[in-house]
């Protein structure tokens, strides 16, 4: 693994060219993602079968030189685990029961949720397995915050009510951001013990709080879930990815313990902490619309991170509309080899 650019640039290394990965690089934006994913009754067994799960981080580094792998399972797992039941709507997305009345306020022990998740931990040993000795694994968990917004919400999409909640019951969501920061520290330390090389935590849902609230419901869940995960031992590098943070990036990079930055396609310049790794942020669409659009977008990113240790990726998720041969012309421009 020392000669993995990925982890070397996480341990604070510039290297150049960057290395590159792709946020959701396993997808519906490949074929032979859509043909697998017919296998599986529903999105959630499909992440629960070790098998399917495996090949689907295998299919994009037999496509093209990624430099880092990405387990595939999806952060709603969480709130699966913990009693709250997820389940997909075809084209729409996830779908949770809300929080509303007292009945719902319940939630299953850590213990109990963390066993029902072995398929998970299964899952990473088999692709640490099958994946070639320089390949790191990525394992990650959603933030506690873009988490509990969708248990409060129950769905995707605005998050008023969520936000409101947080106002309304105060006590009530601080236990349940507890309960997530520990069930996540967990979730984590079980992916690192079964193999994986770096964690990522996606906070999809940082966006639009006071300050106020995001060092209630960002900055402070964050902490406790990076301290108890060094408490119980781990030494894995984390990447934080507090998509739409805004002004409040740098607080975040200084504070919760990340080792490195995530950002999103909005951040225009360095905004962590001087050394500190930061990862992104080509916007997604221009792998949908590729061209000299995508040359002229690529080229700005490198250049404006190339004063940092720097990981080449998405601003966010790739969408299922990207096209294939635009990802092959990514890889290539990042490479330098177009
Ligand atoms: O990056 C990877 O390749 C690993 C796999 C991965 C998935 N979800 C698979 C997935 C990861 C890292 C996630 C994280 C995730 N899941 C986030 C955080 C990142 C982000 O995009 O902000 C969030 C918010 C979720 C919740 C979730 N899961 C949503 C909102 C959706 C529906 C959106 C959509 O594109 O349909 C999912 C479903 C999902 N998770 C899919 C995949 C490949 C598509 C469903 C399918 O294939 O049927």
């Known amino acids: 693994m020392t000669n993995s650019a990925f982890l070397r640039v996480l341990n604070g290394e510039r290297v150049n060219p960057p290395p590159l990965w792709i946020m959701r690089q396993a997808g519906r934006y490949l ?79 850590v213990e109990r949720a963390i066993q029902r998740l072995a398929p998970v931990y299964e899952a990473v040993g088999r692709i640490k397995g099958s994946l070639d000795a320089n390949t790191p694994l990525i394992g990650f968990c959603g933030g506690p915050w873009t988490v509990a917004t969708y248990m409060l919400q129950g769905q995707g999409g605005d998050k008023e009510r969520a936000r409101r909640v947080a106002y309304e019951r105060p006590l009530d969501v601080d236990r349940l951001l507890d309960l997530l920061a520990e069930m996540s520290a967990r979730h984590l330390a079980e992916q690192v013990k079964a193999g994986a090389d770096c964690l990522q935590i996606f906070e999809s849902w940082a966006e639009g709080l006071p300050p106020l609230q995001f060092e209630r419901l960002i900055i402070k869940p964050t902490q406790k879930l990076i301290q108890r995960l060094r408490q119980i031992g781990v030494a894995t590098p984390i990447i934080g990815f507090p998509r739409g943070a805004g002004a409040e990036i740098s607080n975040y990079a200084q504070r919760t313990g990340v080792t490195a930055l995530g950002i999103d396609t909005s951040v225009p310049k360095i905004l962590a902490p001087h050394g500190m790794p930061v990862q992104g942020n080509l916007d997604p669409l221009l792998l949908v619309v590729g061209g000299t659009a995508l040359e002229s977008g690529v080229r700005d990113v490198l250049e404006r991170f190339s004063g940092a240790p720097h990981i080449f990726n998405l601003g966010h998720g790739i969408t299922p509309e990207a096209s294939v041969e635009n990802v092959a012309r990514l890889v290539d421009l990042v490479k330098g080899r177009a």
């Open 31 to 109: 074929p032979e993602y859509r043909e697998l994913r017919t296998r599986a009754k529903n999105f959630l067994d499909f992440c629960y079968s070790p098998a399917l799960a495996t090949e689907a981080v295998l299919q994009p580094l037999r496509r093209f030189q990624l430099d880092a792998a990405i387990l595939f399972s999806d952060i709603l797992v969480v709130p699966d685990a913990l009693g709250r039941k997820v389940w997909f709507v075809e084209g729409e997305g996830p779908r949770l029961e809300p929080l509303i009345g007292e009945e719902h306020w319940r939630f299953d022990e």
